[in-house]
């Protein structure tokens, strides 16, 4: 289990002769999309994984500028989030279930919470192809059956939820191209997960 990711620094290094054909006829119908630097980074990303992380799958969430992937022989999910001020609480309200709504009280209606909450069913949506916003109701804390769940914050301003298949899984490795923070980790779902941070030199 693996986690990457690519900060908007490294938009810069984006090439479009790298990119893969669906991303080319993406980009040929929608010229703007070069322009911006979450695509300059997810596509950067993407090469990246070609070329380190051969026959794996992943998922791939950008938030601002920065891109956040999620790589594993089975499908992964993950989401990134910028920690703003909203109105989480009547959002909540709408795609929590009640068991959700008795956790997020119980954490003192934290903001921290109701984004970790968030992630991981944004998470879970892009694991298993489902609806979104349809689906953010039907799944969350009571669909972890078999479940890795890994949350936390980057460099105290994101918070971020990744999903994995918990079969024959022990380390997640949370690969970075340049120095990093994360705090409140928080691992979910299989037995004696280990975690470790490391450099990727790219």
């Known amino acids: 289990m693996y986690l990457l990711l690519i900060p908007e620094e490294f938009a810069k290094k984006y090439s479009s002769q790298y990119l893969e054909e669906a991303d080319k006829i993406r980009l040929k119908n929608h010229q703007n999309l070069e322009n911006r630097t979450s695509w300059q980074t997810s596509r950067y990303g993407k090469n990246i994984i070609k070329k380190h992380f051969l026959d794996l799958q992943f998922c791939l969430s950008h938030k601002l500028s920065d891109s956040l992937f999620a790589i594993d022989k089975n499908k992964p ?14 959002l909540s309200k709408r795609v929590f279930s009640e068991f959700e709504m008795q956790e997020l009280a119980r954490n003192n209606y934290s903001e921290e919470y109701f984004y970790r909450l968030w992630t991981l069913k944004e998470s879970l949506i892009k694991q298993y192809n489902l609806s979104f916003p349809e689906d953010l109701v039907k799944i969350g804390l009571n669909t972890l059956d078999k479940i890795i769940w890994i949350s ?9 939820s990744a999903t994995f298949n918990a079969t024959c899984q022990d380390e997640i490795i949370f690969y970075f191209v340049k120095e990093l923070t994360i705090s409140d980790l928080e691992i979910k779902g299989g037995e004696n997960i280990s975690f470790r941070t490391e450099l990727l030199n790219i």
Not at 77 to 90: K, N, P, T, Y
Not at 152 to 160: C, E, H, Q
């Open 77 to 90: 999910g993950v989401d990134l989030e910028f920690i703003s001020q909203r109105d989480f609480l009547a």
């Open 152 to 160: 936390g914050k980057i460099n105290g301003k994101f918070i971020f």
